[in-house]
């Protein structure tokens, strides 16, 4: 064995003889593991709150009002966009939120106020029939992004900005060239500009074609309170519809795609003539599944909820196994025995990294799989993730206690004292992780894990974000300003620079 392999059992032989710091760890694991059994509570079973799966094998929200007729082939739809109105719920705590649900009915606001979500949508579709999850292209006008291009729910591409309204309508027109969708807008029917266009392998000769509109739930943060969100109502007036290809003609039919049993009235899909066009009203959404206040369910973050108070007691273990040898005098034969210090800290490290990871290791794959079902059985959905995803979350949580577990022993070399290292190290790592997911506004939240080293909590972000979803991206639902990569090198950098200023202690001062 070598000198450090030597240096390094020795370390062990400290670290396991001292029953109190083992039995620290498998209470840190057991303390990860008993979190995971949430007691949140929801109203789905394992057969229901399940999203439709699209194309590319992502959960979806496919809920729209569709006014469609058969295409055979190629050939086009054009429409006039004349306006865009909507309904959100009432504002949260007003007397109107409160009977929102009574005063519903045929005609009636049902309590909702004026106003239009930044996502609400209202275009051209060409879709693979009106099954949920199925391929489809659309170019449509947005409530506050301009016109998109937007085809299998996870791609979106821009188009010109602006609203419309009576006094600046926006023209729309898809067309079908094999599977190729094209979109394309204008602002006075004559000089056409293309939006995008997509390739949708598989289409079938026959599909569906038409007008749509959708609007997703409202978002709004409450502060420390959380989040509220409501369903919201859009309507689109369209006109000068005209269609080419096989199976053009007068007939439109109507259907409100995905719309749930027992919708109220209000937010229910219909279509109106009106003029010589339509009036479409809808509700719901054409976009990928999301966790969080826009979603129906928490991610598999929510699993390792209990990460922060298994690290606590990680990083406690961290601080005594250095500051340890210096309340109790033994560090002059520590270092007599390994006069290359940089060395025996080093090894050090290894053991209380080691232990550390293990047992991360084990208890986040305990969480992972036991919280899941646990949330399930609870009513509570959680959106499935892969299993590199999954893998990933786990082997991440363990990197995430054993490089803290380092930071601790590196700051407590430094310090030489338990308490006031203890504190240290959590004010870095836990303090901020708590602040942000409660009290803190959402940027000040956000800074913080960016620059502390609780950013590695990143590597449990199992939920994908997405710019045309409107959705509380923050760390309480599972979602971290920086990707796991680099939300864990941060951690890592303030790791190295710990130990690197103990060594340097180290070999400066006397024992």
């Known amino acids: 064995m070598t000198g450090f392999g030597r240096l390094t059992r020795t370390e062990w032989t400290k670290f396991r003889t ?40 992502e959960q979806v929200r496919d809920s729209f009002y569709f006014l469609h007729q058969p295409l055979t082939g190629d050939g086009a739809i054009t429409a006039r966009l004349t306006s865009m109105t909507g309904l959100l719920p009432p504002e949260p705590g007003s007397a109107s939120e409160d009977d929102e649900r009574a005063a519903i009915g045929p005609g009636g606001s049902g309590g909702m106020r004026p106003g239009l979500v930044p996502w609400a949508k209202a275009g051209l579709i060409v879709k693979d029939g009106t099954g949920q999850g199925t391929t489809y292209a659309a170019v449509m006008a947005t409530g ?44 006075d029917g004559v000089i056409w500009t293309t939006v995008g266009a997509a390739e949708l392998d598989g ?8 007008l749509f509109v959708t609007s997703p739930q409202h978002v709004e943060a409450l502060g420390a309170a959380g989040s509220a969100s409501a369903p919201t109502v859009a309507a689109a007036t369209f006109d000068a519809i005209t269609r080419t290809g096989a199976g053009a003609g007068p007939g439109w039919s109507g259907e409100a795609i995905g719309e749930p049993p027992g919708t109220p009235e209000q937010e229910r899909g219909r279509h109106e003539p009106a003029g010589d066009g339509f009036v479409l009203t809808g509700s719901g959404d ?12 928490v991610s598999v973050t929510q699993t390792l909820a209990g990460t922060f108070a298994g690290l606590v007691l990680v ?98 070399a430094m310090l030489r004292r338990s308490a006031g290292a203890i504190t240290a190290v959590i004010v870095l790592t836990v303090l901020p992780y708590l602040l942000a997911l409660t009290v803190l506004p959402a940027t000040a939240g956000q800074w913080l894990l960016r620059v502390t ?8 972000q199992s939920a994908k974000q997405y710019a045309q979803v409107e959705n509380l991206y923050t760390p309480a639902g599972g979602y971290f300003p920086l990707p796991w990569w680099a939300g864990f090198a941060v951690l890592c950098l303030w790791a190295g620079a710990a130990l690197a200023g103990a060594g340097v202690l180290l070999r400066r001062r006397d024992a």
Not at 171 to 186: F, N
Not at 453 to 460: D, E, H, K, L, T
Request: charged share 15%.
């Open 18 to 57: 001292v029953r109190g710091r083992l039995a620290a760890m498998l209470v840190a694991g057991g303390v990860i593991l008993g979190l995971a059994l949430s007691p949140m509570s929801g109203t789905c079973t394992r057969d229901t709150c399940g999203q439709p799966v699209g194309p590319e094998g």
């Open 144 to 187: 506050g992004h301009g016109v998109r291009m937007q085809h299998d729910y996870v791609h979106d591409r821009a188009g010109q900005p602006g609203a419309v309204s009576d006094t600046a309508p926006r023209w729309l027109r898809l067309t079908r060239d094999g599977d190729t969708i094209t979109g394309e807008e204008s602002t």
């Open 203 to 210: 289409l079938p000769a026959t599909v569906r074609i038409g």
């Open 286 to 297: 054409i976009a990928p599944a999301v966790a969080g206040a826009a979603g129906l369910g």
């Open 315 to 412: 990083v406690v273990v961290g601080t005594v196994f250095m500051t340890g040898e210096y309340r109790r005098g033994m560090i002059r034969t520590t270092l007599a025995a390994s006069p290359r210090r940089g060395r025996m800290l080093l090894a050090k490290a290894v053991v209380v990294g080691g232990v550390t990871f293990v047992v991360g290791l084990v208890s986040a794959a305990a969480a992972v799989t036991i919280g899941r079902e646990s949330l399930l059985d609870n009513g509570v959905y959680v959106l499935p993730v892969s299993t590199p995803t999954a893998w990933r979350m786990i082997v991440g949580t363990g990197a995430l206690l054993a490089v803290a577990a380092v930071l601790a022993l590196g700051i407590g």
């Open 453 to 460: 080293p609780a950013a590695a909590f990143a590597v449990q």
